[in-house]
């Protein structure tokens, strides 16, 4: 009998054990805080203002600290009217990306200068640091975002990444950030925008509506949204997503006429102009026709996909007039044994293998301007923000196991491509005043531009108050100095609008 209860008692100390184990709480330290003053010239203006790198914490709904937030806030000194003076949100995607590249890239008062026409690797250090005398400093304030899991912010005491790891979670937390920091900067007379890059455009989609709600409602003046992800439909390229055969294409056509494949003899306007005709006009019925098409209609369209993408004809017909956009980044310079960049089609990688089906080093466009960025993040918070924390910034992260899902679990969900675009289409119904800017790139080839007039021309959206605008670049246009320019000037534009 003893030895029967011994057992007993074993067995429930080791369940106590795994239970304790599994709701081990994190330390809650003591929040960071960094701030320095700081003067620029901005918009041909000097502005004095004030650098504040912090921690905030978040919490749940019993009032636990379960996350901070890491954030980066430059405020004018004075400020004067609090009434007029803007303040503007800023974060990245991913999802689980820190702000690192809105903030080192575009935004910030000082930004990294990588090669303007995408030929040259960043290479190792050093790296070029500059002032940013295009930044929007004179006109806003900025305070720039990472989410949890990115950046310095991380889950504390008893905070658990299905807290922050979700399309709804994420975006209850920017609200939950958003309003402690209006609240504590005394700000909610301000005009407030968010600007949000790639899947910071789809959390920015959903924060508007969510930052409506809770008890709190803070309307916006406006969005500005940087390769808009709103609906994965058109930004998936995948078999059997007719949507997407039809949003990359001009895409391609932009790309193919900047390599000189196609196009030649036209400005790109012109070019991607018609190549919009022809896949409104011609090949979106050939698609929905499927194999009711006739041989002759077949041949047609595949010429006019040959002559739009600069790819072989024959390719075309065997691939079912049905292009991924993998295999375009393979086939496009496959002359010259290139794979052009996904993120910025003038990007191009020397790969081992030349006939891949799709790249297998990662993405051009990407490895070769990352340490350049992580670099001069380190260094501009070391050296200028007198930032010292006890871990490393983490650049992306958080975003494994995202939950996509809209709805509790147990209940009833369709699993369809994210579209957050009928949430910006409600908001901007129900706040008249509220603005919004799309900026694409040409070059894009994973939010596609003509996704973007795809995605905006539905879902209820309020076309006369979207601004579109382009550059001749890719998702992140910035790093084009003429479109770094550009995008600044159509910003200031955007901001001071009547």
Not at 134 to 144: A, Q
Not at 146 to 152: A, E, K, L, R
Not at 375 to 399: C, Q, W
């Amino acid at each position: 009998m003893k030895e029967i209860i011994c057992i007993m008692l074993l067995c429930a100390l080791q369940v106590t054990a795994q239970k304790e184990k599994k709701e081990e709480i994190k330390p809650i330290p003591k929040a960071k805080s960094f701030v320095t003053s700081h003067q620029g010239v901005f918009g041909g203006k000097t502005i004095n203002y004030k650098a504040t790198a912090k921690e905030t914490f978040l919490t749940n709904k019993m009032g636990d600290s379960i996350a901070t937030f890491w954030s980066v806030a430059y405020t004018k000194t004075p400020m004067g009217d609090v009434g007029k003076r803007p303040v503007t949100f800023v974060f990245n995607g991913g999802p689980g990306s820190a702000s690192m590249w809105l903030h080192m890239g575009f935004f910030g008062p000082k930004v990294v200068q990588v090669d303007s026409d995408a030929i040259k690797d960043d290479g190792a250090a050093p790296y070029d640091l500059v002032k940013n005398e295009h930044g929007l400093l004179d006109l806003t304030d900025l305070v720039f975002i990472d989410p949890v899991g990115t950046g310095y912010s991380r889950l504390v005491g008893k905070g658990k990444g299905k807290d922050f790891y979700g399309l709804k979670e994420d975006v209850d937390s920017f609200a939950q950030f958003i309003r402690k920091w209006v609240t504590e900067n005394q700000r909610w007379f301000s005009p407030k925008y968010l600007a949000g890059e790639s899947y910071g455009t789809t959390r920015a989609a959903y924060l508007g509506k969510a930052l409506e709600g809770s008890g709190q409602n803070m309307a916006l003046n406006g969005m500005i949204l940087i390769s808009q992800a709103l609906d994965y439909a058109g930004s998936t390229s995948i078999h059997h997503n007719m949507t997407s055969y039809i949003t990359y294409l001009p895409s391609m056509a932009a790309t193919a006429w900047y390599h000189k494949k196609a196009g030649q003899g036209k400005t790109l306007e012109d070019f991607v102009a018609e190549c919009r005709k022809f896949t409104y006009e011609r090949y979106s019925p050939a698609l929905y026709k499927g194999n009711l098409l006739a041989d002759s209609e077949k041949e047609a369209i595949a010429d006019k996909l040959s002559y739009f993408t600069g790819l072989d004809k024959t390719y075309i017909l065997n691939s079912n007039l049905r292009i991924l956009m993998g295999r375009f980044q393979k086939k496009l310079l496959e002359d010259k044994g290139l794979a052009v960049g996904r993120l910025d089609g003038r990007f191009m990688g020397d790969e081992v293998d030349k006939v891949a089906e799709r790249p297998h080093l990662g993405d051009p466009a990407s490895y070769q301007i990352s340490a350049a960025y992580t670099a001069a993040l380190n260094h501009y918070f070391a050296s200028e923000l007198n930032v010292k924390m006890d871990r490393p910034y983490i650049t992306s992260g958080g975003g494994s196991g995202w939950r996509w899902r809209t709805v509790p679990d147990g209940q009833y969900w369709e699993p369809m491509p994210v579209n957050t675009a009928p949430h910006l289409g409600e908001t901007m119904r129900r706040n008249p005043a509220m603005k919004v800017m799309v900026a694409s790139g040409y070059y894009d080839l994973i939010t596609p531009f003509f996704d973007a007039e795809y995605t905006f021309a539905r879902n209820g959206i309020a076309t006369s108050r979207v601004e579109m605008t382009y550059y001749e670049a890719g998702h992140m246009m910035y790093t084009h100095q003429p479109d770094l320019i550009k995008l600044a000037t159509d910003i200031r534009t955007f901001l001071t609008a009547q």
